[in-house]
């Protein structure tokens, strides 16, 4: 079945360091994206790309680093320069459908990465 | 900016009753999308229903339907004959042009 594929599900980082989350879709999307989510918060947009070697900063995008080399993979790079990382982080993904646009943007999620900084 | 406004405190549903959600949103674009997510607590998010700008008539799927008020600039989720699996939270989003801008969402808890 096609879907978005997410690791690690937890993850837990000391201060100061890099963590790479991965996000593998076999979907053909075109478009991915990184959200993340604090608790009692909707989902903010860090980053997303629209097509492979090309990529936009969304709204929170300090601290943070993405890559896009592959049409199906999209890594979210956690730096030590994010001073609050602890938050659960959602991938998404979405088609491009031509003349309609971004598929309505109706986003596919993957199930999400937790991470905790100790 | 598009912005998404989810006000609601917490809400208990009896099981088997409607549960209405509310959402407003504030843009000046005339081509805009609405979404309703369902995030249980798992923590994926589920798409639920759609309601575009120009579209003439409410959404509906299936149990859920968008009560779309143009003029107020409101789309409020009705969610009909609850189910205990529905208790989950529920998202507001609207589409920017490249993107889905959420709100903050609202809890819904179905007893039975």
């Known amino acids: 079945d096609g879907g978005i594929t997410q690791s690690p599900k937890y993850l837990f980082r000391k201060e100061g360091q890099n963590v790479t989350l991965s996000c593998e879709q076999n979907?053909?999307?075109?478009?991915m994206y990184w959200y993340r989510q604090d608790p009692g918060q909707g989902l903010r947009l860090i980053y997303y790309?629209?097509?492979?070697?090309?990529?936009q900063k969304g709204d929170i995008a300090e601290g943070y680093s993405v890559s896009r080399e592959k049409k199906e993979s999209f890594p979210l790079t956690v730096t030590s320069a994010q001073k609050n990382p602890t938050a659960f982080y959602l991938c998404?993904?979405?088609?491009?459908?031509?003349?309609?646009?971004?598929?309505?943007?109706?986003?596919?999620f993957g199930a999400g990465s937790r991470l905790t900084v100790l | 900016a598009q912005k998404i406004t989810q006000t609601q405190p917490g809400m208990f549903v009896q099981e088997k009753e409607a549960v209405t959600l509310d959402c407003t949103y504030d843009?000046?674009?005339?081509?805009?999308?609405l979404f309703w997510y369902k995030q249980p607590s798992s923590g994926e998010m589920i798409f639920l229903i759609y309601?575009?700008?120009?579209?003439?008539q409410n959404a509906t799927e299936g149990r859920y339907s968008l009560n779309f008020q143009k003029a107020r600039k409101s789309a409020n989720l009705v969610i009909s004959a609850s189910q205990l699996g529905d208790s989950a939270m529920y998202f507001c989003?609207?589409?920017?042009?490249?993107?889905?801008?959420f709100g903050k969402g609202n809890q819904v808890v179905v007893i039975p």
């Open positions: 998404a993904s979405t088609p491009w459908v031509g003349v309609g646009g971004w598929g309505a943007n109706v986003l596919t």
């Open positions: 979907l053909n999307h075109d478009a």
């Open positions: 790309s629209q097509i492979v070697n090309d990529f």
């Open positions: 843009t000046s674009d005339p081509s805009y999308g």
């Open positions: 309601q575009g700008s120009y579209d003439q």
């Open positions: 989003a609207m589409r920017d042009p490249n993107r889905l801008a």
